[in-house]
């Protein structure tokens, strides 16, 4: 889990695109002191509410902030909650933990967004997609991974960062579109990848999560970046944020997933595991923070945006019954909390 040997130059770059952008970065909401703890001691499966808790001690605002979404009526409660403690109690780890991601990321992946097309809060929800999905697969990989789970939680969330500068040096003719990285190096000589690393590096967060971020859109990246292609790969496939509704039902592209994911040493029955689970954390992740009050309106709509390509094929039914009994057993839960 360490930085690659042939990543020096890369680092080299990206330490002076960071000095270069200094003031650009500088405009940007800084990620609150709890990430840092709550990747040290509270974003893995077998955290502890108390560890939760200890960490959202160090920033009361984000603490005020998760208890009162607990309260807000999504989840249904008996009682009003009163301390983060007692929302794992009454809701359990795992919605409040993702209540905590999105606390942590708000005010950074919620920033305005004018050439790059991403409905409602598109570019929130593919963000905290992406670092769940990245975590769970080096979960999946266990040593083989190149990256710690809580560093590619971390680097999943950051990995397109760099759009919200970009964005100000992009043309602004023809309004939010699909900007390739090719169309981005050739207005700033550097992709988003290199952009959000060099944020990365300018918060001094580690080398792995940098170079991981640097290189997800290379051709032939380095194994931390690649985790992070393979993530997000399948989310841009699904529209994760990309169009008004994501299409997790669609097939996932499993030829293209799994040479991208060989090099990690990445068996098809390990990634189809892995895919299987993520229907689920979209469709929790969307449906939070639509009940938070952002995000896409409810409604199915009409029309190319949210139309998946012609040619893509449809899960097998088995795919689509799976994910049909897991939200029956979430509606299920929640009625026995209420
Ligand atoms: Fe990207
Ligand atoms: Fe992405």
Redesign the pocket.
């Known amino acids: 889990m360490s930085v690659s040997s042939g990543a020096t130059t890369r680092t080299y770059q990206i330490s002076a695109l960071a000095r270069e952008l200094a003031p650009q970065i500088a405009t940007l909401p800084r990620l609150s002191r709890v990430v840092e703890r709550f990747l040290l001691d509270a974003a893995r499966d077998t955290a502890t509410a108390e560890d939760i808790g200890a960490a959202l001690d160090l920033d009361p605002v984000l603490r005020g902030w998760v208890i009162r979404q607990a309260n807000s009526g999504f989840w249904n409660l008996a009682r009003p909650v009163t301390s983060v403690a007692e929302a794992c109690v009454v809701m359990g780890l795992r919605p409040v933990s993702r209540l905590v991601y999105a606390a942590c990321t708000r005010d950074l992946l919620r920033q305005p967004l004018t050439c790059y097309r991403y409905p409602g809060e598109g570019f929130w929800l ?1 963000g905290l997609v ?1 670092g769940t999905a990245a975590r769970r697969l080096a979960d999946a990989l266990g040593d083989a991974s190149p990256l710690a789970p809580e560093a590619a939680l971390l680097a999943g969330f950051l ?2 960062v760099g759009k919200l500068l970009l964005d100000r040096r992009l043309p602004r003719a023809g309004g939010p579109r699909h900007v390739t990285p090719a169309e981005e190096r050739s207005v700033a000589g550097h992709d988003h990848g290199e952009y959000s690393a060099a944020v990365a590096a300018a918060w001094s967060l580690p080398a792995a999560i940098v170079e991981a971020v640097a290189s997800h859109h290379d051709a032939d990246p380095p194994p931390s970046a690649r985790l992070l292609a393979v993530s ?1 790969h399948l ?2 496939h699904w529209g994760v944020g990309i169009w008004t509704y994501p299409r997790c039902e669609l097939a996932p592209p499993a030829q293209e997933l799994a040479a991208l994911a060989a090099p990690l040493g990445c068996s098809l029955p390990c990634l189809a595991h892995w895919w299987e689970g993520l229907p689920p954390v979209v469709d929790g992740l969307a449906e939070m923070l639509r009940a938070l009050g952002h995000g896409t309106p409810p409604a199915l709509p009409s029309g190319a945006e949210c139309a998946p390509s012609p040619a893509a094929p449809a899960a097998p039914e088995g795919a689509r019954r799976r994910r049909e009994s897991a939200r029956t057993r979430t509606r299920v839960r929640r009625r026995k909390r209420r």
């Open positions: 593919h992406a990995h397109d997000d989310l841009r």
